[in-house]
C-alpha cells in the first residue's frame, strides 16, 4: 500500500532564509511525487511533481524538490523565502494499479509560516 | 481551457435537507475524486470516479452520501438528511487518463449546516 509522511504541521521561516518541507512515501513500483500548495479559502494548486530523471525538479514560484530514491523522499526546497509563500503544503504519490485504477495518496499537509 | 469548475461556492443547508455539490471537469478528463476538508485540516478521500462508474468509495460514509460522474454533465456528490458534523469544504479533483498527470482542483463548495 502507498503512504505519504510530510513530518511537520509546520514550518517557520524567516523571510529570504532558504525553506524546506519535508515529505517521505512508500510505494510498492516507481513513484509519480507531487507537491501542491493551497492558499486559504482556495483549492489545491500544482507546484511541481517527479516523473523520472533528474533528481532536482524545478516547478512554480521558484520551487524545487529532491528527489531521493535511497532515502524515499521528495523535500521541497526554496533559496529564498517569501511571505507571499506562506500556505498549506500537500506532498503526494500517484501510481497506477491494476484496470487502470489511478491511486492518489496525500499527506497530511504542512502549514508554512514565513516571517517578515 | 477552463479549470475545474465547482458550485455553489458556498451552500447553507439546515438539519435533515439534502445538498449537492457539482463539479465539472476540466475538458478531456476522465477521472475525478472528491476530498473533504476541515479549516486547518488535511484532505480526506471521500470518493474516485471514472465516466459513469465508481471506482472507489472508500472514503466515503455509506450512509446518506452518494456521487455521480454521468455519461454527459457534472459529477454530483450528494449529502442526504445533512447534519452539523457535514459542515466542511469539499474539494472535487480531476486528471486525464495517465498517473503522470497532477490533480487539478477546484476552489471548493463549503457547506454550512445549521
Known amino acids: 500500500a502507498q503512504s505519504v509522511a510530510q513530518p511537520e504541521d509546520q514550518v517557520n521561516v524567516a523571510e529570504g532564509n532558504p525553506l524546506t518541507v519535508k515529505c517521505t512515501y512508500s510505494?510498492?513500483?516507481?513513484?509519480?511525487l507531487f507537491w501542491y500548495v493551497q492558499y486559504p479559502n482556495r483549492g489545491l494548486q500544482f507546484l511541481l511533481k517527479y516523473i523520472t530523471g533528474d533528481n532536482l525538479v524545478k516547478g512554480s514560484y521558484g520551487f524545487e524538490a529532491e528527489f531521493n530514491k535511497s532515502q524515499t523522499s521528495f523535500h521541497l526546497k526554496k533559496p529564498s523565502a517569501l511571505v507571499s509563500d506562506s500556505a498549506l503544503y500537500f506532498c503526494?504519490?500517484?501510481?497506477?494499479?491494476?484496470?487502470?485504477?489511478?491511486?492518489?495518496?496525500f499527506g497530511t499537509g504542512t502549514k508554512l509560516q514565513v516571517i517578515p | 481551457n477552463a479549470g475545474v469548475m465547482q458550485n455553489p461556492r458556498h451552500l447553507v443547508r439546515r438539519r435533515g435537507q439534502e445538498a449537492r455539490l457539482r463539479c465539472s471537469p476540466m475538458k478531456g478528463h476522465s477521472h475525478v475524486y472528491w476530498y473533504r476538508q476541515l479549516p486547518e485540516e488535511g484532505l480526506k478521500f471521500m470518493v474516485y470516479l471514472q465516466k459513469e462508474n465508481i471506482i472507489d468509495e472508500s472514503g466515503m460514509p455509506k450512509e446518506r452520501f452518494s456521487a455521480e460522474f454521468p455519461k454527459e454533465g457534472p459529477s454530483i456528490l450528494r449529502i442526504q438528511q445533512v447534519v452539523r458534523g457535514d459542515s466542511a469544504a469539499y474539494f472535487c479533483?480531476?486528471?486525464?487518463?495517465?498517473?503522470?498527470?497532477?490533480?487539478?482542483f477546484g476552489n471548493g463548495t463549503r457547506l454550512t449546516v445549521t
Open positions: 510505494v510498492s513500483g516507481n513513484p509519480y
Open positions: 503526494a504519490v500517484r501510481e497506477t494499479g491494476s484496470g487502470g485504477y489511478q491511486k492518489v495518496t
Open positions: 479533483a480531476s486528471s486525464p487518463e495517465t498517473a503522470r498527470s497532477p490533480l487539478h
